[in-house]
């Protein structure tokens, strides 16, 4: 008899950790425009919360340990799920001075089909804000 091996399973994400070369500007950017709350959780480390998750900042060249294989600024690709619908995310962005990238546009995420929009932040990464019909 072969035993098969069973994966890890996850089912949800407590924090992802970009990269980004000026924490407090990006910090203001994520809490402004994306109505995260900034939280410290230990001395140095800075986290931006949103949901049941965060997205931890490390600074260019002092990221912590362990960490990325090449950490870098601007190499983002973020989708998250938004609370509004595309045509009023999109009103708030550019009420608040930020340029939108794309969008609205048609696309399949992890719940099924949405309208995405997308923008940078401070260091480039790639922002997807996922509009979802029930919203």
């Keep these: 008899m072969v035993e ?5 399973e996850v089912d949800g994400l407590d924090h992802l ?16 425009v994306l109505g995260m709350r900034r939280g410290v959780f230990g001395p140095g480390r800075v986290g931006l919360a949103f949901g049941q998750s965060r997205i931890n900042l490390h600074r260019v060249g002092e990221e912590r340990h ?3 294989r090449e950490p870098v600024a601007g190499s983002a690709d973020i989708c998250l799920v938004g609370t509004l619908g595309a045509v009023e ?3 708030r962005l550019r009420a608040l001075g930020v340029e939108v990238e794309e969008g609205p546009v048609a696309r399949f995420g992890a719940r099924g089909a949405m309208v995405s929009v997308y923008l940078r932040d401070p260091d480039d990464n790639l922002i997807e804000i996922a509009c979802y ?3």
């Design 17 to 32: 950790v970009i990269t980004v070369t000026d924490p407090t500007e990006t910090e203001r950017f994520y809490t402004r």
């Design 4 to 8: 098969r091996s069973l994966p890890v």
């Design 89 to 91: 995310t999109i009103e």
């Design 66 to 68: 362990p960490h990325a």
């Design 133 to 135: 019909p029930d919203r």
